[in-house]
């Protein structure tokens, strides 16, 4: 267990801003699917853990969008969040795994918009290359 946490660490420091919040994404999909089994196995502690895992990482999302330069799409990702923390708390309250589930497809959604963007760098990385070299010819 040591090792994968400092595997985990090394990804953390290692990563660009883009990957990290695609990893903020995943971390709140697990802690969403814990806490959907916690509240299949009727564990009342599991689940608001691993809820308030998943509000946490919102939280700062939601506190990392700078709302002057990000302009429509910081402001639509701020409701978006406002809608995710609000769907996590009813699901809390009620034990309603459906809201969460309701969460994981706004969470899906926004991670696809964040996986092209990174698939998009990547290529325009692995094509800057090759035109510096043909360029020089």
């Excluded at 971390?27 to 946490?56: C, P, T, W």
């Excluded at 639509?76 to 009620?94: G, M, P, Q, R, V």
Aim: with cysteine; charged share 25%.
């Amino acid at each position: 267990m040591n090792r994968v946490r400092q595997y985990q660490n090394i990804q953390v420091l290692t990563a660009d801003r883009v990957s990290l919040i695609i990893m903020l994404y995943d971390g709140i999909l697990r802690f969403n699917r814990l806490a959907s089994q916690s509240i299949m196995e009727g564990d009342i502690k599991g689940r608001g853990v691993h809820i308030n895992r998943s509000l946490e990482i919102i939280g700062e999302l939601a506190n990392s969008l700078n709302m002057e330069e990000g302009g429509e799409i910081a402001q639509n990702l701020s409701k978006l969040y406002d809608f995710c923390a609000s769907a996590l708390t009813e699901a809390n309250l009620k034990s309603d795994s459906a809201a969460i589930e309701s969460v994981n497809k706004v969470v899906l959604e926004i991670k696809s918009g964040w996986e092209a963007v990174a698939a998009e760098r990547q290529k325009s990385a692995a094509e800057a290359p090759a035109r510096s070299v043909s360029c020089g010819a």
